[in-house]
């Protein structure tokens, strides 16, 4: 029990990113704020999206009647329009919505289901834990678009609404992650049942979904912030190709940059490309914001880069030595 | 000697903590090793094919998925018995798991063509492809990594790692667009799409027992002309998909020739006066290699999902391109054969990887 409440308070003060921050020199310290710059931009222009953009996401026409296809960045349309005569600002805006959404579910349920069964399959061992880690690792070698593609097929028949869309969208990208939550954590787990606080709280008598939940389970989550970060830019690049591949939602249900970038392929090879760099790079700004905050985070948070580091330096022969000794 | 290989990002993972055990008791020998490897691998491959069949299933009979609505219900209803998919469904699957052992995935529905002609027809594009995209992540990917360890903490190799990242970033359909709005529509230097042009395609058509390797064909017909033809043609699709892996690369050399940087060895050779850039090129180098096998491997099930993507955005007749055709026809028994192959692809390449590690490497064996 008490080793539960005294690490509780470290548990968390790992989750702000405060302690990252100030944790962090140099450049990496850079890295890890441009990064999260980017993240909080992306997240209120997905929430800011009704007031920012121009138009509606399937807007056609406004008071001065229907909007040019295929204008040129400029005028009325700062990022010019589509074949099909959408504004191109406003789907991009509009698109960071969807993603967020997309990034929250998926990550949200995948980290459910797979911490559960982690720590049901860990903690019980037995003929269900190997069935379940045989599972986990085909579906773990799977190729993760392939069987994206194939869920969204069964989930939607491939192509539909705003909700039913996200959804197939969020739980195909579920099923790709829930291996690797469940790896992690049921190998925290077995590696917790064998310490002696859960010993002592079986002796004392709790209950196996006391022992699980408060004891084990605590314990278990230190690295899942770490695998959140890398999952939520996986997410997005599913989304995206699900989108690219024709699988995603419909433009009249909600914007996706990744249907966007399907529509733009004609178009690229007639010169026409605001269509398709504009919601690329919103992907690619995405994808980057939650990758240098991931990378940062990552070499921060865990010891054996940090030992590492130690190690290599002093081996090194840049007389940054110092340099790296601070960075401990 | 390979014995200084150094941090490698990829712990060996079986699973099972017990078999381990026992492969350490028994000193660990080599065959002993590739035969557990050979066991372990059988239920993952039986997983992902009864996997690939239950979500297939999960549709509906593929008569039905493909042809419903089109065909009055009589006539659905007559294929559909012709197919056999109104036996019972373990009847089906135990047949399944036959034509799976035997190669033979059936006809497609939308060209009726054998599945597995497809495959190969197919397969040997994308295999093409994803050879292309691996020389581009070597080119790139390997100097690069040296280049970035050598300059460590400088400015290049800040650069250069954040480079690596934005690899990583950018998704590769995008990449892809990108190369062909710059390279064919702007600069009109490289063809939009496809594998070789209308002349070239006439020419490498006439070629007896063709391979479908485009630049195998084109060595053949020895024409100069087509293998320039199909080398161009490759130049944009090998760069979309390789870039990915180059970024990849990049960071496991530039960790990889750090850590052998510090190794005894190198530290003796300093010692002796020899330069630091020829450290890097000559001592350091070598053993940081090894790793990249293994991460080839990992990337494999990565290349073949992106192989799909590069495929739609080039007109890259391979799988990838068959796979979304046939999906958008909704013609299930080819993307079931398809996908089946791809899964089992990766699974096998794994296996492989792993013994090719345990060669190189004997103390991955345990």
């Known amino acids: 029990m008490s080793s539960v409440l005294a690490l509780k308070p470290g548990w968390v003060s790992r989750l702000p990113v405060v302690k990252q921050v100030k944790q962090s020199v140099g450049w990496q310290r850079g890295m890890l704020i441009t990064g999260l710059a980017i993240i909080g931009l992306f997240i209120l222009t997905a929430i800011f999206a009704p007031l920012v953009a121009p138009y509606g996401y399937s807007q056609l026409l406004d008071k001065n009647g229907y909007f040019d296809h ?8 700062l990022l010019g329009t589509t074949v099909g005569g959408y504004d191109v600002l406003s789907r991009v805006i509009w698109g960071s919505q ?5 990034i929250i579910i998926a990550v949200t349920l995948s980290i459910f289901a797979g911490v559960l069964l982690g720590l049901i399959s860990g903690y019980f061992g037995g003929w269900f834990d190997r069935i379940l880690v045989v599972i986990a690792d085909a579906v773990y070698a799977f190729p993760s678009l392939l069987l994206a593609i194939v869920m969204s097929i069964v989930i939607s028949g491939g192509q539909s609404s705003l909700i039913g869309g996200l959804l197939s969208a969020s739980i195909s990208i579920t099923v790709v992650f829930i291996p690797q939550y ?5 190998a925290e787990t077995v590696r917790m049942k064998a310490e002696a606080f859960v010993e002592s709280a079986k002796v004392i008598g709790a209950s196996n979904r006391r022992v699980m939940f408060r004891h084990v389970l605590r314990n278990s989550t230190r690295t899942l912030p770490l695998i959140l970060t890398l999952n939520a830019s996986e997410a997005i690049m599913t989304l995206a190709a699900l989108g690219f591949l024709g699988f995603g939602i419909e433009p009249t249900s909600a914007a996706e940059w990744g249907y966007d970038l399907n529509k733009s392929i004609a178009d690229v090879a007639a010169g026409i490309w605001w269509t398709a760099v504009f919601p690329g790079v919103a992907i690619v700004l995405v994808v980057l914001g939650v990758t240098l905050v991931g ?7 865990d010891p054996r880069l940090r030992t590492r580091h130690r190690a290599l330096s002093s081996g090194a022969a840049t007389g940054e030595v110092d340099k790296l000794e601070e960075d401990l | 000697m390979m014995t200084t290989t150094s941090i490698s990002e990829t712990p060996a993972e079986t699973g099972e903590p017990d078999q381990k055990a026992r492969a350490t008791r028994s000193g660990g020998g080599f065959a002993r090793y590739v035969a557990v490897r050979l066991v372990l691998i059988i239920p993952t491959v039986f997983i992902l094919v009864s996997m690939v069949f239950i ?4 549709i509906g009979d593929p008569i039905t998925a493909a042809l419903g609505g089109k065909l009055p219900p009589d006539q659905l209803q007559e294929r559909i018995h012709a197919a056999g998919y109104d036996r019972p469904i373990i009847v089906q699957y135990l047949e399944y798991l036959g034509q799976v052992l035997t190669g033979n995935f059936g006809s497609t529905i939308s060209t009726n063509k054998p599945v597995s002609e497809v495959i190969l027809t197919y397969g040997a594009a994308t295999l093409e492809l994803v050879v292309y995209s691996l020389v581009v992540a070597f080119i790139v990917g390997v100097p690069l ?9 400088k400015w290049p190799d800040a650069v250069l790692r954040v480079t690596a990242i934005l690899f990583y970033a950018t998704p590769i359909f995008f990449a892809g667009l990108l190369l062909k709005l710059i390279f064919a529509v702007w600069l009109n230097i490289l063809p939009v799409n496809g594998r070789a042009s209308i002349g070239a395609s006439i020419e490498l058509g006439n070629v007896s027992s063709p391979t479908n390797i485009y630049l195998i064909d084109a060595f053949r017909t020895g024409n100069s002309e087509v293998i320039g033809d199909v080398l161009l043609h490759a130049v944009l699709p090998g760069i979309a998909l390789g870039l990915l892996t180059a970024g990849i690369f990049l960071r496991l050399i530039r960790l990889n020739v750090i850590g052998t940087l510090g190794q005894d060895y190198v530290d003796a050779a300093r010692s002796r006066g020899v330069k630091e ?11 940081a290699l090894v790793p990249i096998i293994t991460v080839i491997g990992l990337q494999i099930a990565l290349l073949l999902g992106g192989a799909v993507l590069t495929e739609t955005v080039f007109e890259w007749r391979g799988l990838g ?3 979304v055709e046939f999906l958008k026809a909704r013609d299930f028994v080819a993307v079931q054969g398809i996908v089946t192959l791809l899964a089992v692809i990766v699974a096998v390449t794994n296996f492989v990887v792993d013994i090719v590690a345990a060669i190189i490497d004997p103390r991955v064996r345990y």
């Open chain 2, 321 to 323: 391109y068959a796979l």
């Open chain 1, 70 to 77: 295929a204008a040129p960045p400029g005028g009325a349309h």
């Open chain 1, 98 to 102: 969807t993603a967020l959404l997309v």
């Open chain 1, 295 to 301: 990378e940062s985070m990552n070499d921060l948070a």
């Open chain 2, 145 to 153: 990594g040296m280049l970035a360890a050598y300059l460590r903490d």
């Open chain 2, 277 to 287: 850039l020829r450290l890097v090129r000559k001592h350091a180098y070598k053993p």
């Open chain 2, 55 to 58: 979500l297939m299933r999960l």
């Open chain 1, 182 to 186: 469940f790896r992690v954590v049921r």
